[in-house]
C-alpha cells in the first residue's frame, strides 16, 4: 500500500533562514507523482511543487525546492529565505499514475511550521 | 469560477441530523475528489467523479455517506444521521486532467456534529 510519512509533527525556524522539511514515501510503482501543499489556518490547501518520478532534475518553484532522492524514497521541501507568511501545516502528497486509475492523492500527517521573527 | 467553491464554509449539526456539503469545481474540470481531513491529519480520500461518473468510492467511511455529481460540474457530499466522528473538514478538489498535477483545492467545509 501507497504510504506518505512526514517524521516531524512541527518544526521552528528564524526568519530569513532556510529550512527543510522531510517526507518520505512508500510505493511499489514504478511511476508515480509527489506534491507539496501549504495550508494555512484559513484552511486552503495551495499547491507548492510537484516532481515526477522520472523526472531527473529537482524540482524548483521560487523559494521552493524539493530535495528528490529516489533510492531513499525520500522528497524533502526545501525553503530558502523564510518569511513570516510561511508559518502554516505543510502536507506531503503522492499519487501513483496507471491507467484508468482514480490518481488519487494520499497525504501525509503534516508539519507544522512556525516562522520567527 | 476561478477556482473551486465549497458551501457552506462552515456547520453545525445536532447528531443524527442530515447534511449536505456542495462542491463547484473549476469549469470545465473533469476530475472531482472529495476528501476527509480530521483535526490535526492529513486530508484522506473519500470518493472520485470523472465528469459524473463516480468511478471511485472506496474511502467513503460507511453507507451514510453518499456523495453526487448529476450533471458533471457541481458535486454534493451528503452524510445521513451524522455522528460525532464524522467532525472534521470536508475538502473538495478538482482537476482538468486525469494524470497531471494540476489539483485545485477548496477551501473546505468544517462540519461539527454536537
Known amino acids: 500500500a501507497q504510504k506518505i510519512t512526514q517524521t516531524q509533527p512541527g518544526m521552528f525556524v528564524q526568519e530569513k533562514e532556510a529550512v527543510t522539511l522531510d517526507c518520505t514515501y512508500d510505493t511499489s510503482d514504478q511511476s508515480y507523482g509527489l506534491f507539496w501543499y501549504k495550508q494555512p489556518s484559513s484552511g486552503e490547501m495551495i499547491f507548492l511543487i510537484y516532481?515526477?518520478?522520472?523526472?531527473?532534475q529537482n524540482a524548483t518553484e521560487g523559494r521552493y525546492s524539493l530535495n528528490f532522492q529516489k533510492a531513499r524514497k525520500s522528497a524533502n521541501l526545501v525553503i530558502s529565505a523564510s518569511q513570516l507568511g510561511d508559518s502554516a501545516m505543510y502536507f506531503c502528497?503522492?499519487?501513483?499514475?496507471?491507467?484508468?486509475?482514480?490518481?488519487?492523492?494520499?497525504f501525509g500527517t503534516g508539519t507544522l511550521l512556525a516562522v520567527q521573527p | 469560477g476561478a477556482g473551486v467553491s465549497q458551501s457552506p464554509r462552515y456547520k453545525v449539526a445536532k447528531r443524527g441530523q442530515d447534511v449536505a456539503l456542495r462542491c463547484d469545481p473549476i469549469s470545465g474540470h473533469v476530475s472531482l475528489f472529495w476528501y476527509q481531513q480530521a483535526l490535526g491529519q492529513g486530508p484522506e480520500f473519500l470518493t472520485y467523479?470523472?465528469?459524473?461518473?463516480?468511478?471511485?468510492k472506496s474511502g467513503l467511511p460507511s453507507d451514510r455517506f453518499f456523495a453526487e455529481r448529476p450533471e458533471g460540474s457541481v458535486s454534493t457530499l451528503k452524510i445521513q444521521r451524522t455522528q460525532q466522528e464524522d467532525s472534521a473538514v470536508y475538502l473538495c478538489?478538482?482537476?482538468?486532467?486525469?494524470?497531471?498535477?494540476?489539483?485545485?483545492f477548496g477551501s473546505g467545509t468544517r462540519l461539527t456534529v454536537v
Open positions: 478538489a478538482s482537476t482538468s486532467q486525469n494524470r497531471g498535477n494540476g489539483y485545485t
Open positions: 516532481q515526477g518520478s522520472y523526472d531527473e
Open positions: 467523479f470523472q465528469n459524473e461518473a463516480q468511478l471511485d
Open positions: 502528497a503522492m499519487r501513483e499514475v496507471y491507467g484508468g486509475a482514480t490518481n488519487k492523492l494520499i
